[in-house]
């Protein structure tokens, strides 16, 4: 299918991006849950809520086990969180006397979470790589053409004369920021949740923190105070931080495409878009598509901020809301961030 | 791919809708393409623009022809939009001396907005059917359950004694106007686009208005009074409907989740989903989706009265924000339906 | 106070509107409360739920009431709506025996929603009346100037030639077709709120459809079928409206600032803004204003649409939130007709 | 005026806040402006830009400069901005031969971002210490009431037995992260713009650095590695802030709400809101608004994030738009944290 355009076969070309994309398939998500319920089962075996048996079947069980999409989706349309059936087909896949070790004292969201988590790991680490690249391409430009004299506008009327340098300052200042504030968004949101039913580890009779210890340090995640299954504020900053990192790409697309313009004629675009309609044009297609993301990015942002208002202990509104927009804004972000490469790669300035 | 939860082939059950879905498939979406190609060389035949035996030659290549989809991916990372490369490719199977004939007169908005609106047509009877079908279904609960007394709850507080009719009626009015509007927004989206290389049909000779509303006629679609490549107000409507809608049903999805509470007990759910860690769970699963597809149009709706400001003849950012968010928007909505129509079927009111 | 930038006694004579703003200031609003205490005590007397002299004695009183501001202040802080307070107040001064016909078997909400229509009946006029104006400028200007010469440009780039009565038509078909959905908006809009406590008119023995419809007859307004007070789509649908209008002046707008560009140059600004640093500037500043103001916009409507999301019999957190921004989208909309007709006076194209 | 419900005088009582909202004075702004004007003077004086004496009649024109503020209104309608005229003035009473040492160097932009900055930085004052008394009102709760029993809820329906104190732990840590952030907040905002006509202090012969630096020093706000004129991340981090702070007190709002729900009653507030039509009724009317907040804020937040999309050295119209949220999410944020704070000081939790 293809309703988003991040999914589209040839539209996701250019506004999508494969490499980000590969940890929101189904395999990849998949795969992240079988590595929870596996060191979940080492963690409570370790606590001797589990047998040692049990957490070896469960973790060879995890290392090969495919569900049954199909009934995982008819599942989800009534249970909405695709973990009570993943259980029940690996239970039943167990069978006794393990199949009730699996998934002990855990509950859906302990699941679901700590499963993004652990592909947002790699995926941070691909967008921080990313804007290093896009850094480095505005610092050559600068060590390039700085010296280039360009007319300053403001308000989009020309000012006073700079040097390209000037503009390049404001391009990639937010953007050295945005790279130095990954550190804070990584200590922020790869954390393991774990909470169980209701976020007490109320099945581990006050042993519930050594097994959320052993648990994190298995799966090579920070621990957090308690948890997090209703304080979704790291995941909003993840997302806040996406927004940033568009809107600077957005900034520099918008004044690309401005300094484009025929007339103004600031820069060359080496690789712009052609027309159905009219083989002259250089259309500064990544320009604009920059521009649109950064949109798209910032009003996205709007609901995930409306999902921080996480009813009691567990709201299945806003924890849905937060599964439609996160993924799109990250692979968007991707995006952003290879074109904008892209993009650097081929302009010519205009002396 | 399923960086969409509406892509995802789990989620997807939940919170996609096949049946919607089908319409944005690259698939659907070339075919409505090829459609417009065929109906263009027929209508500028029509005119003598082009010759019958080529007008022949594309309907033919049209009712068949199959793209390579990896060129087409890798051209529209350049040039932002498929048409061009699609154009090349079908003129290449078509060769001497038709190959020119192909597209002529058109540009690529006018075959990617006019082959959105032939999936609207459909798209559009879909989601009036689905309301149709909720709305019966309310009557019928209304007929049946209509007496039952509730307490009515204002500010999330006990008020007065009313019956179950009273607040069915504040669910269906919304739903029956949007029915009726239905109308109003079929006429404001369902016209060809046509338009020429920057809106003026400039390859026609003045005989452009004749070309068009032989195209329209051939397409089965309303004529635009000129051409609407940078009025996007009709699909702005479309959008904002498809938010009322479903605002309408995240009202009752919140009414019915309230409802449903333990303590109040108004309603108990026939099919409520499972939960993990708690056997005796009966989660509103489809209440709460309805909530959380209203906040996801709600917001996607800023996205595309954004995209109203379209600069000049052709903006291409604010045209890839409208392929961001409109698309989601529809099958949101179909999901929302689908999933009212499901909950509605289920419920049972404490007399 | 200026908070809002509408309510700033500088900014406010670029971005707000004083004519507008007038059916804001608490004066207009506490009058149109009062015409509805007015209202309805002659139209329960009607009926013979309160007699003729207390009837008599509320319109007195209404007539020239002027509450303790500082009172009503203080008591919204406790119920987050002025009503209960300002009928205190205004039964304290009837005195007995009439003091308990005054608000006879309405709630806050009757008093506070149908007061709001009351003042949106002539701001829709207003905004009618400048929107018209707008597009008389707009034809005055394709009549003189419709047929310069003009490079289109798509996607920012130079395209083909056309003349200005070309782009002029993509500016003003959107607004004409605004100004002809301003009938619907009215009919959906301009309703009664009448319900009562819990919105069956409960006090009213069976004949509260008779009191409702002497009700709106007094206050020439339409009578909804029942009552509206969780029914939101009417006021959603005048702000998309108010949206739809300033995303077609920003357009607009956006056009004029970039056809305005040194180099482009293809239309000159008679009374553009200075600059504190320098005096050569020509600043476009009326264009920017309407992008600003068609952005704000069309965010703002992103809270409309939430606010469908109404709970129950009455939610303060939804109709709190449409507190907080339809009267600024409608004074942004009135500010942005006024800019852009004022705008429009001052052009002068290039030939 | 209110349009701004922030700036109504009666219901600002409860969603808007005198003490924030004192800063946002027209007042205040142009005393913030006039401090800039004279530090600017003493810093250029410093440098030998200007005389000695210009420096001491700027200080003391500013020091007692009452500004004709219909001019400036005027004149804003015409600029954008109302630096110009405010310049104008001061310099006509200054009069020859001192002038043209005011602003000298300087741009609208420098006084308007700079004068913001500086009363952003009591403002952040008086949100943390409201932050900090929030915080210990929760604290208090805990130590009182902590161990009461509680049904936990997950998905709207009852899970497991937990204590007041696990939901009052998912309530206080985001706030306690928030107010942690604030002083990155702080070091990204609390910054001198400066940057004269295009960014590059062009009219300091390569002394530019030496005159901001002073002028950092003399207003007591850090010195950003050149200006930010076109870099509006730190303002935007703030505003993330301000929504992630009134989120987290949406979702404190929100359970309380459903708490004191008949049926639930986990809690009695003691200072419920009144109704008009039923005496009965204890609304829990702080907590809608914490609600209605928060849902504002988030909105807000994309209008922001679409501001970083700053063109060129200079944007009218995203500077614009920062103008018409900003000061309203501050004072949003600000009556969120007030309400908060009353709203937890009347709960009365069920044993």
Redesign the interface.
Known sequence: ????????????????DDEA?GY???TAEIAAMLAFESALAAATADQGFISDEAASAISELSATFTPD?DA???A?????????EL?RQMRARLGEPHAFSL?FG???QD?VDTALVLRLKPLLDLLGERLERVLERLAAIDQGDGDIQL??????????P?HLS??L??WS??LE??RDDLA?IRS?VLRLQFG?????L?RFDGKGDDVAERLAFLLDLALA??N????R?GL??LA?WL??VT??L??IG??I??M??????DVTLG?A??????AH?????KG??L?????????????M??A???????????W??E???L??MI??TAAALRNAQALMENLRFAP
Chains 1, 2, 3, 4 share one sequence.
Do not use: C, Y
Not at 76 to 84: E, N, Q, S, T, Y
Not at 281 to 285: I, L, Y
Not at 292 to 303: D, E, G, H, T
């Open positions: 299918m293809s309703i988003s355009v991040f999914d589209h076969p040839v539209m996701g070309r250019l506004l999508g994309a929101f398939s189904v999409i995982l989706g008819e989800v349309a009534r249970d909405g969180v695709m973990v009570p259980v998934h855990a509950t859906s699941v007319a300053a506008r403001t308000r989009m009327q020309i000012a006073i700079i000037d503009r300052r404001n200042q937010p920021r945005a804070v922020r169980g039913a209701a976020g007490t109320d105070d308690g997090w299954h209703t304080q504020d909003v900053m806040e927004s940033r809107g600077a957005g900034k918008q004044d495409v401005l484009a313009q025929n007339g103004v004629d690789d878009g052609g027309s159905s309609a009219m044009k250089h259309n500064p297609v604009e598509i521009v649109a993301l950064s949109r798209f990015n910032a009003v996205q942002l709007a609901a901020h409306l921080l208002v996480h009813e009691q202990e567990r709201s299945g509104s806003a849905t809301l599964w439609l927009v993924p799109q692979v968007a």
